[in-house]
């Protein structure tokens, strides 16, 4: 009887990203499915994912792949049908190069991450001492790590910066994880919360005594060998044409089953005895539960009367902003080779760009043949100051990092600026209890879930799973 009563209940997700869609498809899987309705204020689903055509240039405006061995990306996959869509990134361009310059001069070159060296854990150290990247100073603070003791306060949070320079020293942290680790989470290492972040770092030190020992341990259980470099490259995926494939093919699922999409502005929730209110512009509608699949800080405004607890826990969430600017070249106007996933650039070496992307090494379909794409993020926590810049300007200071990095020496034949203006979840030191209370008072909250990439992770996989997990808490 409890479950026929269910599938007359209309649930509303708040927020049409990667999190809401997540949490329609989940709910339309229940045996008896509730109806649906998605409220999003702009004129397409898929948040911040989407890519662009523009003729043979294929362009994403913010995710570009996404991580296969977790399961709820691929899982998705499956089960909308587009599995023969996926491609994994070039085999020759599964490794990520550094730029390295004496304290910040122009001149410097592209050296690859050491193989077997793993976001902040050394696997391997004879590729280590054989990389020039660090100083023989560096190298060998680095070889010492085994002999670094484990943190004795280990229920403190720690930041990445605190962590890394303790036990791999300053150099190894200026030069090598700080621009690895400002790639995925634009962040100050200063403010980024070691629990939050990167719980399996801390793990190792706790369970083996040092990162070297612990990711050798990992990488022989995963695959018998500790050779990859950076960021997991062959582990990661995408589609023949591009992240869209995604939000298109969980669009034509949700709309083929009913789920009614509503564009609108979302500005409160309010709650009478047993129902939600959720007020738009000039109407509201009724629901019997509802999912905020928003950014934190726009969630805090909506639960403000609701739940004034959470809206100040959620407030505390603080974001940053970056800008993905795309450009196409000629092959001839680059002198470098591009073998590689792309560069990453540590804060010390005086740049303006975090990393490059080269998209067109990285998958087959994303420039016209002989030419090449490149995608340079630029900003995070520790340069907001772009966006007080003109795109122009923007475009100026790219082009020349790409001159002293990879040889430009043409112009573009298209440009594109993506801004992303507060739109990545920092979590700093404290996130973890943050967001237990999060969770605390969302679960007095009758029908109520949460789900985004504010919370337990930013990538992909994990914003899916958070929207299943909000859609189920809902209507449990
Ligand atoms: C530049 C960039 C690059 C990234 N690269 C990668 C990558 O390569 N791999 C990876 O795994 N992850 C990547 N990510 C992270 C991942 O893409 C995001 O974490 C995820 O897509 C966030 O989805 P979401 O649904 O939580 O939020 P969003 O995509 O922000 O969706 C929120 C939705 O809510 C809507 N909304 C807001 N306010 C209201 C309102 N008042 N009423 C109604 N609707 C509202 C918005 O319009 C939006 O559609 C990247 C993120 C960015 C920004």
């Not at 990545?424 to 030191?429: E, K």
Request: proline residues 4%; aromatic residues 6%.
């Amino acid at each position: 009887m409890a479950n026929r009563l269910k599938n007359k209940q209309h649930i509303v997700l708040i927020g049409g990203g990667l999190a809401g869609l997540s949490a329609a498809e989940w709910l339309l899987r229940q045996e008896l499915p509730p109806k649906v309705t998605i409220v999003e204020s702009s004129d397409r689903l898929g948040g911040v994912i989407e890519t662009v055509s523009q003729g043979e240039w294929l362009i994403e405006r913010s995710a570009d792949s996404f991580l296969s061995v977790r399961p709820e990306g691929i899982e998705l996959v499956e089960r909308l049908g587009i599995t023969k869509e996926l491609i994994s990134i070039n085999p020759e361009a599964r490794r990520a190069l550094i730029w390295s310059s004496q304290k910040g001069g122009e001149s410097g070159s592209l050296l690859p991450v050491p193989r077997g060296f793993r976001l902040l854990a050394p696997g391997r150290i004879i590729p280590f001492l054989r990389s020039n990247i660090l100083s023989c100073s560096g190298r060998l603070r680095v070889a010492g790590e085994r002999f670094i003791p484990r943190r004795s306060h280990k229920d403190l949070d720690e930041s990445l910066e605190s962590f890394v320079v303790r036990r791999l020293g300053q150099e190894a942290f200026d030069k090598l994880v700080q621009p690895l680790v400002s790639g995925i989470w634009t962040a100050d290492p200063k403010k980024l919360s070691m629990a939050a972040a990167c719980p399996e770092f801390l793990k190792m030190e706790q369970e083996w005594g040092s990162l070297t020992k612990g990711e050798k341990k990992r990488a022989a259980q995963a695959n018998g060998t500790c050779d990859s470099s950076g960021a997991r490259y062959g582990q990661f995926v995408s589609f023949k044409r591009g992240m869209q494939t995604l939000i298109d093919a969980l669009e034509a699922r949700l709309r083929n089953a009913g789920v009614l999409v509503v564009q609108d502005h979302v500005r409160s929730l309010q709650r009478d005895s047993s129902e939600w209110q959720v007020v738009l512009g000039n109407q509201s509608i009724r629901a019997n539960g509802v999912v905020l699949g928003v950014p934190a800080s726009t969630a805090a405004t909506m639960v403000s009367t609701v739940s004034p607890n959470l809206s100040a826990e959620l407030k505390k969430i603080e974001f940053s902003g970056a800008a993905v600017v795309s450009l196409g070249f000629d092959r001839r106007d680059v002198s470098h080779a591009l073998q590689a996933a792309g560069m990453i650039i540590p804060k010390v070496a005086g740049k303006r760009i975090l990393a490059a992307s080269f998209s067109s090494s990285k998958f087959p379909g994303r420039a016209p043949s002989g030419a090449v794409l490149i995608r340079t993020f630029i900003g995070g926590a520790l340069d907001m100051s772009i966006t007080s810049l003109t795109d122009e300007q923007v475009i100026e200071k790219v082009l020349v990092d790409l001159r002293t990095t990879i040889g430009l020496h043409g112009s573009p034949s298209i440009v594109q600026v993506d801004r992303w203006h507060r739109s990545m979840p920092q979590y700093n030191l404290g996130h973890v209890e943050r967001i237990k209370k999060i969770r605390q008072a969302e679960a007095k909250l009758p029908s109520f879930g949460l789900a985004g990439s504010a919370y337990e992770g930013v990538g992909i996989p994990q914003v899916i799973l958070s929207g299943q997990t909000a859609a189920a808490r809902v209507i449990k």
